[in-house]
């Protein structure tokens, strides 16, 4: 019987308590111990301490807490109680938040570029002149190519006054490298089955499933607070987990299955256990026969892929893949086929995701408790503006008839739509780049330098230094989450809140909100009408009002919870709808047929690596959010440098030892910075394994800078989802130096 744990033992186990962060040293000792002393809110009778509400900005996930000052120095950084999001607990990421406001190597005032790009020569520049110089050039390429040829990347909450100034501007070429190289594919996948998209935060039931089924999800890793605090109540609660990954992960320890499946072979299990179900009639009938259409051309379509015919190419045994297909089964419908995250994998990832949404639908866990409920989300009236101009062109008419699911603009589309081509009558001319360091979030970092050459202007506004910000011709000092206003959070959830972000410090340096400067730089482009508002407090009251609240209310609370809401599930009395085609779940998709593609996901075979090359993966650490952190003062000492997971057989071929450096060569010669190996039998032997977000490049960020390797400089192949523009970023091979062979190398340039 699998051990149970409660959800005090998975932090522990995991390495995530507060007390890991606490005992470090650096910042620790330079603030003393009241930065984590016990219970903020039983010192406040004490005088000299305040609290302010937040929201976190150091991953996607948003939670709510409280920033704690004492005696005016910071202090600590605390959940809110009354969030959902959070439940008053905040991960290692959010509560070494302070990092960010601390870090002494922030952008402190706006940069001029002084040489060409690449060099990274700047001077100061004062506001005005910063943003002038910006707003001249933006008005040129209006005038000569039109204001659609300027494109927005972005990503965090500020970036919502800058897609309100782009579109203002005239230009709907709006990104985000979230949509096309992380959860696109995910989207459009249970949009074409189910009519509606999983959303941000999920809409997954983990704290009511009795069967989880974790498929490239690394829960524990990738810490999204709620799905990890629900994830460790569920296993403590008996829940079965089946991990499917090439790696032994945090995830995988909690399983009573772990299937360390051959990397690029997912589809095939999926399409196994599928017809599992279906010719083992273990599928929810009744939901199936009243919600669902295409059943018999499903089991047409995987009557091929029994699990024999899968165990060559997962190396997963064929009863395995039985007694795990019936043990989800068993537990229907409270069994929940994660629908993962970052899911840009193989190129057909649109597919592998749909079958899993296929899963979920035989099961009838949509809607249903253990599953996936039905979010509600606050209802705050936007701010009235005038209607937006109509922009004459947009990124899809680079790509003509190509990626017809694609429902949001692609980053890496906007990318290759900046290189001339004789296909295109007008290129991208103007980026600007909000919060994102497109260097190590793009892949193929080589056609993003091409594409940044051919620009009339990149504007980068950032807290921190970064690779994008030395390619910049203006970069522009954004202050710290923990200094400033921003948009009213209304995530989705299972409950309709409301929760403020509001400014604990003043800004240090001369750095400035987001907020702020997106409207100077409307109303330098003469955009006043689209900003109204002289500051962002009346903004936000104004909002506030409308829903019988108010700042002064919400600078209280934190947190608002409102009474608009619907039932979380079928059984609740919801009477479903279906935003597809037929009005159903479509097991067959109709949509798919249309556009000339498989209505059923078939599977198709992927290169596999040659001798002495080996698959490259990726993921994430608990105490870092990418390459966003890994110079946080505070997060820096939990984690200063990534590994390289390699076999203990791989190990020996190549002559390494646990704790040795080592260089990664992919398969177009591109070698990595020294990495440590990890020797662990927690990999299969065709895969080598990284975190994501190291080996920074920028000197100005001192912390980070030489530690560990880059995983996305040898990212230098891709396969695009031809359903939806995803870049498949795990087609990438890597052989094994020693560490000398770089050394040599650099002697030798």
């Given at each position: 019987?699998?051990r ?12 995530l308590g ?5 005992l ?14 016990p ?14 509400p ?5 991953c ?9 000052t ?6 600590k ?7 959902p999001n ?7 990421r ?7 406001y601390?870090?002494?190597?922030r952008?402190?005032?706006p940069l ?10 700047f001077r ?5 002149e ?5 707003a ?11 204001p659609?040829c ?6 965090g ?5 800058f897609?309100?100034l782009?579109q203002?501007?005239g230009s709907?070429?709006?990104?985000a490298?979230?949509y ?5 594919p995910?989207?459009e ?13 999920e ?14 999800s690394h ?5 999204h ?5 629900e994830?460790?109540?569920a ?6 987990v089946?991990t499917v ?10 399983s009573?299955?772990?299937?360390p ?15 599992v179900i ?19 051309e499903l ?6 892929y029994t699990?024999?015919?899968?165990y060559?190419i997962t190396?997963i045994?064929?009863a ?11 537990h229907k419908?409270?069994?929940?086929i994660h629908?993962?995250?970052?899911v840009?994998w193989?190129g057909?990832?649109?597919q592998?995701?749909?079958?899993g ?23 705050v ?22 990626f ?6 692609l980053?890496s ?17 103007g980026w ?14 080589q ?6 050459q051919?620009?009339d202007l990149l504007?980068a ?5 970064a690779?994008i910000t030395?390619?910049a011709?203006?970069?522009?000092p ?15 959830g299972?409950?309709p809140?409301?929760a403020?972000?509001a400014?604990a410090f003043?800004p240090?340096?001369d750095?400035?909100?987001g ?9 330098r482009?003469?955009l006043?009408?689209?900003?109204p ?8 009251d104004?909002q ?5 609240s108010?700042?002064?209310?919400m ?7 409102l ?7 079928f059984?609740?009395?919801v009477?479903?709808y279906?935003d597809?085609?037929?009005g159903?779940?479509?097991l067959?998709?109709?949509t798919?047929r ?22 490259l993966?990726y993921?994430r ?12 003062p505070?997060?820096t ?7 390289v ?6 190990a ?7 704790g040795?450096?080592v ?5 177009d010669g ?11 039998e927690?990999i299969?032997?065709d ?21 560990g390797a880059?995983?996305?400089?040898l ?9 939806m ?23 030798a340039?």
């Open positions: 019987m699998a149970q744990y409660s959800r005090r033992d998975f932090i522990k186990i995991s390495g507060l007390g890991g962060l606490a470090s040293g650096g910042l620790f000792k330079t603030l003393g111990s009241n930065l984590f002393a219970d903020a809110t039983a010192a406040l009778a004490g005088g000299g301490i305040t609290r302010t937040t929201v976190c900005e150091i996607f996930w948003k939670c709510a807490g409280w920033v704690h004492r005696d005016g120095q910071p202090w950084i605390t959940g809110n109680a009354e969030d959070c439940n008053g607990r905040l991960c290692p959010g509560t070494g938040g302070l990092g960010a601390l870090d002494e190597e952008l402190r005032t001029i570029r002084t040489d060409v790009r690449g060099k990274q020569t100061e520049a004062s506001w005005d910063a943003l002038n110089y910006i001249e050039k933006m008005k040129k390429i209006a005038e000569e190519h039109g659609e300027v494109a927005l990347f972005n990503h909450s500020g970036g919502t006054f897609k309100h782009l203002a501007y709907n070429n709006i990104a490298p979230s096309a190289q992380c959860r696109g995910r989207e996948a249970y949009m074409l089955t189910f009519g509606e998209g999983i959303g941000s935060p809409r997954t039931d983990i704290r009511n499933s009795q069967c989880i089924v974790l498929i490239g829960l524990g890793e990738n810490m607070n709620t799905q990890v605090q994830f460790a109540d296993v403590g609660n008996g829940a079965t089946i990954d090439p790696r032994f992960s945090v995830a995988a320890s909690k009573k299955y772990w299937l499946i051959r990397p690029s072979t997912d589809l095939a299990l999926l399409l196994a256990w599928i017809h279906v010719n083992e009639e273990l599928y929810d009938r009744d939901f199936v026969e009243k919600y669902t259409v295409g059943l018999d089991k047409a379509s995987v009557a091929q699990p024999e015919w899968a060559p190396t045994e064929p395995l893949i039985r007694e795990t297909a019936r043990e989800m089964a068993w419908p409270a069994t929940l629908p993962g995250r970052h840009t193989y057909d990832d649109t592998r995701v749909r079958a949404a296929i899963l979920n639908a035989l099961l009838g866990s949509w809607g249903r408790r253990g599953g996936f409920y039905y979010p509600n989300s606050a209802k009236p936007k701010y009235h503006y005038p209607p937006y101009p109509k922009p004459k062109r947009n990124w899809r008419e680079a790509f003509p008839e190509e017809p699911m694609a429902s949001l603009a980053a589309g906007i990318c290759d739509a900046t290189i001339p081509s004789l296909r295109r009558d007008c290129t991208i001319k600007i780049v909000y919060g994102t360091n497109l260097m190590l979030t793009l892949p193929q970092p056609k993003t330098l091409e594409a940044i051919n620009l504007v506004i950032d807290l921190m230094p690779e030395g390619w011709d203006v970069v522009l954004e202050c710290s989450y923990l200094e400033r206003y921003d948009d009213l959070r209304t995530s989705p299972r409950v809140t409301v403020l972000r400014p003043e240090r340096w750095s400035k909100p907020w702020w400067i997106a409207r100077e730089l409307g109303l482009l003469g006043d009408q689209y900003f508002w002289d500051n962002i407090e009346d903004y936000l104004g506030l009002q409308q829903i019988g108010s700042l002064a209310e600078k209280e609370k934190g947190v608002i919870t009474n608009d809401r619907f039932p979380l599930y059984e609740e009395g009477e479903p279906f597809t085609p037929s159903k779940i479509e067959a998709s109709s798919l249309d556009y000339g593609f498989d209505a059923v996901p078939k599977y198709t075979a992927h290169e596999q690596p040659s001798a002495g090359y080996y698959r993966l993921g650490a608990p105490m870092h959010t990418f390459g966003r952190t890994t110079n946080n505070l997060l000492e939990l984690m200063k440098e990534n590994e997971w390699l076999h203990p057989t791989v020996k071929l190549h002559g390494v030892r646990n040795e450096y260089v990664l060569v992919n398969q591109v070698r990595s910075a020294r990495i440590r190996a990890k020797v662990t927690r299969r032997q895969s080598v394994y990284m975190v994501h977000g190291f080996g920074h490049s920028d000197k100005r960020m001192r912390r980070s800078l030489g530690k880059d995983d996305n400089a990212i230098t192949r891709v396969k695009i989802d031809p359903i523009g995803g870049t498949g970023m795990r087609v990438n091979f890597v052989t094994i130096e020693p560490a000398e062979a770089l050394a040599m190398s650099d002697s340039e």
